[in-house]
């Protein structure tokens, strides 16, 4: 069940968190310190790889079919808003802290926070009802056996065009919204707080962009805005990186402005076209491989390929290659391989 499967995972992720906050040093107990770390940090990888998806799907399938996009829009939306809340936690720590204190026990207090907070959302999950699609392929006895293997054997195509849209997501994501400030101060002449300002400004910017896209996208279609977002990075990632190679602070922000706005025509989309490309024996494995796949791969090597690259050639414009170069193969899988299942029940998707 998506309610279940929810629960869990968010019990997962803040139990992990919070204990992370409890961990003794590598003075106290040696090298169990860092491999009990390991272990913990591998529990959250675990949870947030259903998270996300799992949140997708039971939006989808509670959202009416003409306004799916706009419930599902909430998923990207909920992420941008952790990662600022993460950002302005740091921030007033290190307003109201020396370095000292935060090194030796203050950087435990933003990971303590997520025991509470886990329990509370824990509880709320546990109390709403299971989606309806799913009730109704339950009461049918239609649950798939194998779903893994069936995504495989079957709906290879699909799983594939989820992952080309993903893997845009993925890379994009974490090049705008995470590795810039690393950008800005390590290659330009921009200061860290300057380069972090501008980022959270833009950050805001798409928290408020988003909605917009996903709306937009139940008129015109998931394919046409991913298409469209495909062709934008691919127009707009060199004069982008040149205008942030000024380390002005009013272009950098225009800059990263305009970033946004091509991310959230993909991001605000994402979460509900992986519902929408596998029925509802499948939708939530289906969701998920496509997700995981794109951003292990894609997502979570993208700073580092960034910096590999220029560290490599000595170009600071290798990161927005990289993005056109992922935008242009993604636009071709998702060329051939798109489909628009806009306003259609989502029990009628095979």
Known sequence: ??????AISVLLMSGAAFLIGCLPSYQAIGLASPILLLVLRSVQGFSVAGEY??????LAEYAPPEKRGHYCSLVPASTATGLLAGSTMALVLK???PEAAIIEWGWRIPFLLAGPLGFIAHYIRTKLEDSPAFVKMEEG??????PTHLVFKKYRKRLLSSVAATMVNAVGFYL?????PTYLTSYTSMEAS???LATDIALIAYLLIIFGSGTLSDKVGRRRMLLTACVAFIVLSIPCFLMLGTASLPIVIVAELIMCVTLSL???NIACYQAEMFPTEVRYTGAALGSNIAYVVFGGTASFVATALIDATGNGLMPAFYMMAISAVAGVILFFTAHDYNGIPLDEIR
Request: hydrophobic share 45%.
């Open 53 to 58: 998806s799992g949140a997708a799907v039971f």
């Open 141 to 146: 006895n239609k649950e798939a056996e194998h």
């Open 176 to 180: 705008v919204l995470t590795y810039l």
């Open 266 to 268: 993909n991001d605000a």
């Open 95 to 97: 307003m109201v802290l």
């Open 194 to 196: 300057q380069a972090q």
């Open 1 to 6: 069940g998506r309610k279940q499967s929810l």
